[in-house]
């Protein structure tokens, strides 16, 4: 991906000659078992990597810029099973070590009121669900309620943050906070009749707390 940039913060349209070039690229492999009917078991593994280059102030007033480019690269993997513990009851339950890699923006900014920066780290987590659901089918009638709970644990939280510049301006940049759990769950519940009818509500609940590092 290649991105332009114009500025209009000087009366006239200025291109900016140090564009912004991003290549993200995630592959992933996975094996399934099932050695019964009732459950089966799915491993897989990811491969996140990613170039982005693109202008980065020299100044603290930002009134000039030079290229620089950053590569990044992570593994990741997880596990999720599935079994059916009675007659239209299933539980699911999942764990994957996850990452999100950083953006453009919070690489390299927007050149104006917003500091990228190219060291920041990509975003790991551990991540846990429990799902419950159950369907219940009556002639016409169709029940289906489905529950679940989540947890998530992420490390170096990326998060944009306010900062004073020169000129008793404001600007935000972005930095690596530390730690955030979550945890949460969701109830969700749908009644249909036929073809003719399909009512349905869920709730849902999340929770997070943050601590930096």
């Not at 592959?27 to 009732?38: H, I, Q």
């Not at 790991?124 to 659901?133: K, R, T």
């Amino acid at each position: 991906m290649g991105r332009t940039n114009t500025s209009l913060l000087y009366g006239r349209e200025e291109a900016n000659p140090i564009g912004k070039q991003t290549r993200k690229n995630i592959a992933g492999l996975s094996y399934r078992l099932m050695p019964a009917d009732r459950w089966s078991v799915v491993a897989f593994a990811k491969y996140y990597r990613l170039y982005a280059s693109g202008p980065v102030a020299t100044d603290e007033n930002a009134s000039h810029f030079v290229s620089r480019s950053r590569t990044l690269s992570s593994w990741g993997y997880g596990a999720a099973a599935t079994c059916r513990l009675l007659p239209g009851l299933q539980a699911k339950l999942s764990y994957e070590k996850a990452y999100r890699l950083p953006t453009t923006e919070e690489l390299f900014g927007d050149e104006d009121l917003e500091t990228g920066s190219t060291m920041i780290r990509p975003e790991n987590s551990h991540n846990l669900n429990l799902n419950l659901s159950y369907r219940l089918k009556a002639g016409r009638h169709s029940l289906y309620a489905e529950g679940g709970l989540i947890y998530r644990d992420t490390r170096d939280y990326i998060q944009r943050a306010i900062a004073e510049l020169s000129g008793n301006r404001e600007g935000a940049f972005y930095e690596n906070y530390g730690r955030v759990k979550t945890t949460g769950g969701n109830v969700s519940v749908r009644y249909s009749f036929g073809p003719w009818l399909s009512v349905g509500g869920s709730r849902p609940s999340p929770s997070r707390a943050a601590r930096p590092s």
